[in-house]
C-alpha cells in the first residue's frame, strides 16, 4: 500500500460542532504532516509529527486539536471552527523527519456554515 | 527563514515548445528542493528533487546556489503536462521536517 488514506473527502459542519479528520498510511512512515490549502494557493503547513510526538505546530489555533494515536494514524480534532477554516486539509507522510519527500493524501474538503 | 517564490502563476505553451517553470528560493543552510505537481481531480504528487538528478516524464530542474533557483524544464512540452507546479523547499527545524510550498504556476500546454 503505497497511499495515504484520508476520510471524509467532504465534510459540511456549524461552528459549534465537533468533528475530525482522520489520515491513515502504511507505508512504515515515521513522519506525518498536515497541511491546510485554500483555493488557489499552496499548501500551508500546521502540524508535523515525528515518532507520533508532535515536533512542530506552525502557531495553529487551539479550535485545531492534532492526535497520533499510532504510527500509522493521524487525526485532526475540530471545534468552535470559524468560517475562515474553511479550506481543503492535506494530510502527508514521509519514512523520516530528516529531508525526506512527502507523500499526499487526496485531502478532505472543509466547509463551515 | 525560508522562502519559496514562484514568478509566474500561469504558464501558456504550445504543445511541442519548450517549457521552463522559474523558482527561486531562500534559506540560510544547505536547501533540498522538489518540485511537486497536481493533475486536475488528483492528488498532490513528487515529480523530482534535486539530490536525484533524474529526468522525469522529461523534466529536468537544476540546483542553482549561486542564483538561489531551482527552475524546471522540459524541452517539448505535451498537453498530459497541463497542471500545477509547486516548487517546495524542505529545512530542518526542531528536528521536523518543513516543506515551505512556492505560490505555484499552472501550466497550460495548448493542442
Keep these: ?10 465534510l459540511v459542519m456549524g461552528m459549534t460542532n465537533k468533528k475530525s479528520l482522520k489520515c491513515e498510511q502504511h507505508m512504515g512512515h515515521r513522519a506525518m504532516y498536515w497541511y491546510k490549502q485554500k483555493a488557489k494557493k499552496p499548501p500551508e503547513l500546521m502540524f508535523v509529527y ?20 499510532n504510527s500509522s494514524l493521524l487525526n485532526l480534532h475540530l471545534h468552535a471552527l470559524q468560517p475562515e477554516d474553511s479550506a481543503l486539509y492535506l494530510c502527508a507522510s514521509s519514512q523520516y523527519t530528516g529531508i525526506q519527500p512527502q507523500h499526499f493524501g487526496d ?5 463551515i456554515l | ?30 536547501p533540498e528542493l522538489f518540485w511537486y ?3 486536475s481531480r488528483q492528488r498532490l504528487q513528487l515529480l523530482l528533487r534535486h539530490i536525484s538528478r533524474e529526468s522525469i516524464k522529461g523534466f529536468t530542474a537544476d540546483l542553482n546556489k549561486g542564483e538561489t533557483s531551482f527552475h524546471l524544464k ?17 529545512g530542518s527545524r526542531n528536528a521536523g ?8 504556476t499552472r501550466l497550460m500546454v495548448k493542442p
Excluded: W
Design chain 2, 97 to 104: 521536517n518543513m516543506l515551505t510550498f512556492g505560490g505555484g
Design chain 1, 1 to 10: 500500500d503505497t497511499e495515504v488514506t484520508q476520510t471524509p473527502k467532504h
Design chain 1, 50 to 69: 515525528s515518532y507520533e510526538k508532535l515536533s512542530i505546530n506552525e502557531s495553529v489555533p487551539s479550535r485545531f486539536s492534532p492526535e497520533c494515536p
Design chain 2, 37 to 39: 505537481v497536481q493533475y
Design chain 2, 1 to 30: 527563514a525560508q522562502r519559496v517564490t514562484q514568478p509566474e502563476k500561469l504558464l501558456s505553451v504550445f504543445k511541442g515548445a519548450p517549457v521552463e517553470l522559474k523558482c527561486n528560493y531562500s534559506y540560510s543552510g544547505s
Design chain 2, 74 to 90: 522540459k524541452p517539448f512540452a505535451q498537453e498530459e503536462d497541463s497542471a500545477m507546479y509547486y516548487c517546495a523547499l524542505s
Design chain 1, 107 to 111: 485531502g478532505t474538503r472543509l466547509s
